[in-house]
């Protein structure tokens, strides 16, 4: 079996994310080897929207096999006891033997974030919206009027009001050429 790396984001289904924005959740199990650098943060993506949601910090990874799962594994994992989490991990994964690995990996909420397309969020390698725009409004460049102005807004209004108001394909495109100025002139 191959060895999956998380290094920027985990995939997560979306009825996961309350208990992880609530501090509930705090490990995620998965079928098979799983890597994951700790001290790391990562993005949490909720499918099937594939929308970043949060962001986490990485502490660390235990291989163990599905027999050795235990209560607390499961509170961890936000279910009530080890019953309840493998039928969610055979619902996930299908049959699973007390001899099949898994990867418990261990992580801390960092951050609620506006929600951002997944797409998007690479498409900025990896920086939030946010964070590009207040870059690029204080640095004083500029790309053209349009990405200005679409670009202060996200800034002063946020991400979910500038989508409303500009519309998504607007909004993409005024936010990667922002990056892309940005990182033109040697600022991000």
Not at 16 to 44: M, N, W
Not at 81 to 91: G, I, P, Q, S
Not at 133 to 160: F, M, N, P, R, T
Request: glycine share 8%; proline share 4%.
């Amino acid at each position: 079996m191959a060895r999956v790396q998380i290094r920027k984001f985990m995939l997560v289904d979306s009825a996961y994310v309350p208990k992880i924005l609530s501090g509930k959740k705090t490990t995620t199990i998965r079928f098979g080897d799983y890597e994951a650098k700790p001290g790391r943060d990562v993005y949490v993506v909720s499918r099937p929207s594939d929308t970043a949601v949060a962001k986490v910090l990485i502490r660390g990874v235990t291989k163990k096999r599905v027999g050795e799962l235990t209560n607390e594994d499961a509170r961890k994992d936000g279910f009530r006891d080890v019953k309840e989490l493998l039928n969610a991990l055979t619902r996930i994964y299908g049959p699973l033997d007390a001899e099949d690995k898994v990867s418990v990996i261990e992580f801390e909420l960092v951050k609620r974030v506006e929600p951002v397309p997944l797409k998007l969020l690479k498409g900025l390698n990896y920086r939030e919206p946010g964070e590009v725009a207040k870059l690029y409004v204080e640095s004083g460049v500029s790309a053209g009027k349009d990405v200005d102005i679409i670009v202060s807004h996200i800034h002063e209004q946020g991400l979910k009001a500038a989508l409303r108001k500009y519309g998504p394909a607007r909004v993409k495109k005024a936010l990667l050429e922002a990056y892309h100025k940005l990182f033109a002139e040697g600022i991000i």
